[in-house]
């Protein structure tokens, strides 16, 4: 089980932090990514971490400004935002994947939180 947390209202400009919390003894194997939804559109990578945090991937439209970690001893995942802009407004999803690389296609990832709202305001 994967659930999201920290989403908001924030003004363009400002810093958000997303937790991903998840659930059972093998958290540590799974690959962690974090995708988002804004209304009319599809789906999107936005950041993943390999087992140990120790390797990442980012969509260009965050480079530089999100930065994706992990803690395995809490089983918890994160997503800090900064510089956030207006078209950073989407559901944003915490999804686990067994593998060693964290896929950029949500269909390779066998489990997904409900999603937190990250509203920013221009």
């Known amino acids: 089980q994967v659930v999201e947390s920290g989403g908001g209202l924030v003004q363009a400009g400002g810093s958000l932090r997303l937790s991903c919390a998840a659930s059972?003894?093998?958290?540590?194997?799974?690959?962690m990514g974090w995708f988002r939804q804004a209304p009319g559109k599809e789906r999107e990578f936005v950041a993943g971490?390999?087992?140990?945090?120790?390797?990442?991937r980012y969509a260009d439209f965050v480079k530089g400004r999100f930065t994706i970690s992990r803690d395995n001893a809490k089983n918890m995942a994160s997503l800090q935002m900064n510089s956030l802009k207006s078209e950073d407004t989407a559901v944003y999803y915490c999804?686990?994947?067994?593998?060693?690389?964290?896929?950029?296609?949500?269909?390779?990832?066998?489990?997904w939180g409900r999603g937190t709202q990250v509203t920013v305001s221009s």
């Open positions: 999804a686990a994947a067994f593998g060693l690389v964290p896929p950029t296609d949500g269909n390779d990832y066998g489990y």
């Open positions: 059972g003894r093998t958290y540590s194997r799974y690959v």
């Open positions: 971490t390999t087992w140990n945090g120790g390797s990442t």
